[in-house]
């Protein structure tokens, strides 16, 4: 072969190799586009099927709201309004506005003291508010007026709560003092019974949920001294002890919901969520395709999670997993800061307030 056909031929398998390297350099950029984009709106038939709005529901510019909550007994969702400082009242059944109660300390600047923040209706029917000035609430549903407060001791807010509907207990998050805290309240007495301190839970304390099974509560806390990833704090409501806690993975988790059927634990973590056995503390599955999970809500009604991802770094999510294999279903965008979410079972509607707009209910079609 001559020098030049040498050369010729040299410079072809060249030009060859350089297409197919940026070949594979597009098609692997527009793989990790397609993967995002993905992740960022995959709905899997999940849609916009009403928008709630009411007078200052949304309000305009910022809209501090905080734990959304379904009794499925009277079917009526619930939103914590700091903004409005009140809770506001949704017929899940119609999907319409039906009313709000005030009496909350409102927002003034600071997530720390504003309230209402958690919400939750216990099987007496009572509905119990924590507000910024570490108080709980009690309000009388029938007349939609408040009928008690207990002051919890702290400074700042009492923040989120569940409920052992055996012993009729209530748990109070205290996670934003200087040495966090956690409630005890007997729904029956309307009274104080119980507190216990969390004095090395350096990150506050978040979330917790109770466990009909194992009769325990179990609590979100974001960091400790010896688990600076966080942890899911066991504690048993007859001794008000803490039993066990359970580490995890970089996590730093702020919303809990439970299936209990197969007795696993979703954690809303600042990274990938995580789904934790509830009698081992092993993690079982992470969700790698969403990130930055506020409140979390498990609905037996379709036996799936449905996590608020405000911070998921591709844009804020609706995200949903599927409980029966721990598996990721699907996400659906949302706005900057809807960080709340609950599902109503018997109609299977998702309930997400979002900023500049409402109460945005999705379901599946």
């Given at each position: 072969?001559?020098?030049?056909?040498?050369?010729?031929?040299?410079?072809?398998?060249?030009?060859?190799l350089?297409?197919?390297?940026?070949?594979?350099?597009?098609?692997?950029?527009?793989?990790?586009h397609?993967?995002?984009?993905?992740?960022?709106?995959?709905?899997h038939?999940?849609?916009?099927?009403?928008?709630?709005?009411?007078?200052?529901?949304?309000?305009?510019?910022?809209?501090?709201?905080?734990?959304?909550?379904?009794?499925?007994q009277?079917?009526?969702?619930?939103?914590a309004?700091?903004?409005?400082?009140?809770?506001?009242l949704?017929d899940?059944?119609?999907?319409?506005?039906?009313?709000?109660?005030g009496?909350?300390?409102?927002?003034?600047?600071?997530r720390?003291?504003?309230g209402?923040?958690?919400?939750?209706?216990?099987?007496?029917?009572?509905?119990?508010?924590?507000?910024?000035?570490?108080?709980?609430?009690?309000?009388?549903?029938?007349s939609?007026t408040?009928?008690?407060?207990?002051?919890t001791?702290?400074?700042k807010?009492?923040d989120?709560?569940?409920?052992d509907?055996?012993?009729?207990?209530?748990?109070?998050?205290?996670?934003?003092?200087?040495?966090?805290f956690t409630?005890?309240?007997?729904?029956?007495?309307?009274?104080?019974?119980g507190?216990?301190?969390?004095?090395?839970?350096?990150?506050?304390?978040?979330?917790?949920?109770?466990?009909?099974?194992?009769?325990?509560?179990y609590?979100?806390?974001?960091a400790?001294?010896?688990?600076?990833?966080?942890?899911?704090?066991?504690?048993?409501?007859?001794?008000?002890?803490?039993?066990?806690e359970y580490?995890?993975?970089?996590?730093d988790?702020?919303?809990?919901?439970?299936?209990?059927?197969?007795?696993?634990?979703l954690?809303g973590?600042?990274?990938?969520?995580?789904?934790?056995?509830?009698?081992?503390?092993?993690?079982?599955a992470?969700?790698?395709?969403?990130?930055?999970?506020?409140e979390?809500?498990?609905?037996?009604g379709?036996?799936?999670?449905?996590?608020?991802a405000?911070?998921?770094?591709?844009g804020?999510?609706?995200?949903?997993?599927?409980?029966?294999?721990?598996s990721?279903?699907?996400?659906?965008?949302?706005?900057?800061?809807?960080?709340?979410?609950?599902?109503?079972?018997l109609?299977?509607?998702?309930?997400?307030?979002?900023?500049?707009?409402?109460?945005?209910?999705y379901a599946?079609?």
């Amino acid at each position: 072969m001559s020098t030049n056909a040498k050369t010729r031929l040299t410079w072809s398998l060249v030009t060859l190799l350089v297409l197919a390297i940026i070949a594979t350099s597009v098609s692997y950029v527009v793989n990790i586009h397609l993967v995002q984009a993905q992740a960022r709106d995959t709905s899997h038939g999940l849609r916009q099927i009403a928008l709630i709005t009411a007078p200052n529901i949304p309000p305009r510019g910022l809209w501090a709201f905080d734990i959304s909550y379904v009794d499925d007994q009277n079917q009526v969702y619930y939103l914590a309004d700091a903004t409005n400082a009140s809770v506001d009242l949704i017929d899940t059944r119609t999907n319409t506005f039906i009313g709000e109660i005030g009496g909350f300390r409102g927002f003034h600047g600071s997530r720390e003291t504003q309230g209402p923040g958690g919400v939750l209706v216990d099987d007496l029917g009572q509905l119990w508010a924590s507000d910024g000035d570490s108080t709980v609430k009690l309000i009388d549903l029938s007349s939609r007026t408040l009928v008690a407060t207990l002051h919890t001791g702290g400074k700042k807010r009492a923040d989120e709560m569940a409920y052992d509907p055996q012993d009729q207990l209530l748990l109070v998050t205290n996670g934003s003092e200087v040495v966090p805290f956690t409630t005890f309240i007997s729904v029956t007495r309307r009274a104080i019974v119980g507190k216990l301190v969390f004095a090395d839970a350096s990150g506050g304390l978040e979330a917790p949920v109770f466990d009909a099974q194992t009769h325990q509560f179990y609590v979100s806390v974001p960091a400790n001294t010896q688990y600076p990833g966080g942890a899911v704090a066991v504690v048993d409501p007859l001794t008000q002890r803490l039993v066990r806690e359970y580490p995890l993975p970089a996590c730093d988790p702020s919303g809990v919901a439970l299936d209990p059927t197969t007795q696993e634990l979703l954690l809303g973590c600042s990274g990938h969520p995580v789904i934790v056995s509830a009698l081992t503390g092993q993690v079982v599955a992470t969700m790698v395709q969403t990130s930055g999970c506020d409140e979390v809500w498990y609905n037996r009604g379709d036996r799936r999670f449905y996590l608020a991802a405000f911070t998921n770094p591709t844009g804020p999510v609706l995200s949903v997993v599927d409980a029966t294999r721990d598996s990721w279903v699907g996400n659906v965008a949302t706005v900057k800061k809807a960080h709340s979410v609950a599902v109503d079972p018997l109609t299977n509607h998702i309930f997400v307030p979002q900023t500049g707009r409402g109460i945005v209910v999705y379901a599946q079609t």
